[in-house]
């Protein structure tokens, strides 16, 4: 009797060691839960799971083993321990099928996928960007032309990695896959400015108050959301500040006053110098083109007195236009002599630096 017993509890854990092993079933790693993950993989625990269900979220569905190392946690070691147990669902594969089939009619109709393959990120879709490039789902994909749109075009592929969630991991992973050429119409434009620069190499003075600059975007009259839409590396904030800037100082006489902008430096100035202008406003050239046929600027050789200075003599000084020059003789006519430096801070748009600039050029 007892080893009848003993015979019945044998077989009893033999159907539980061979029987678990018999009904395993592998796990689609694109469906399955956390739960789930956790439950059918050898090595895996629960922060793994949740782990690589977050990269699923992010990133799109897994397409192999391999991808499933750019998880935190998960090595070759692990994924070759469970390959066996792994699946990718029939669902995921389908989707890859489609978007593989949909892409080279895209391709003919744009410039996103240059002839080498490499994919376009100043002018790809988030969606395109996502079904070309390994390891960029997405919600990565999407961070790429939000950045675009607000800082201009990207100049070299390792700009990427300044979009929060692109580190040099994945560049690495895209090599040769990227190009950053700019939008046909920026081209477009450089090409035309560059014709016009080789006939005449005489710098960036001769093109002041020009009226050939139909190409170029004119930094004089153009709204904010035009120069963020045209230059490269302006925001919405920076260009905001150029037209805050050019109403209360009048209008730009070079491109480098643009270094007086708060948040814009020599290196952006560079970079948009074949695409700006700073030809006058209409209506100051009109008001000007009379009195250049009998005087030229004024420019000054000793200090002025602010209290007397005619508005030709005001307009010399620095950061000085019209506007302003007119703002200083209205505040004379209005409250008497100026008294100081300090008391010209009072009239609107002469801030500290204009004060600075012309401290040695001023006397009351």
Known sequence: MLNTKRILTSLFSLTLLFGSAAFAKTVDINTASAAEIAESLTGIGPKAAKAIIDHRKANGPFKSLEDLTAVKGIGKATVTKNKADIKFGKKAASNLKKLTKKEPTKTKKSTTVASTGAININTASAKEIAANLNGIGPKAAAAIVAHRKANGDFTKVEDLTQVKGIGPAALKKNAGKIEVSSASKQATKVSKV????????????????????????????????EMAKGMQGIGAASAKNIVAFRDANGPFQSINELANVKGIGAATIKKNADLITVAAPAKVAKKSSSKSKSKAKVKLSAPININKASLEELEALAFIGPVKAERIVEYREQNGKITSLEELKSIKGIGEKTIEKNQQWIKF
């Not at 108050?209 to 170029?216: H, K």
């Open 194 to 225: 560059k014709k016009k620069a080789s006939k005449k190499d005489s710098g960036l003075a001769d093109d002041l108050f020009s009226t050939d600059n139909s190409d170029l975007i004119n930094i004089n009259t153009a709204s904010a959301a």
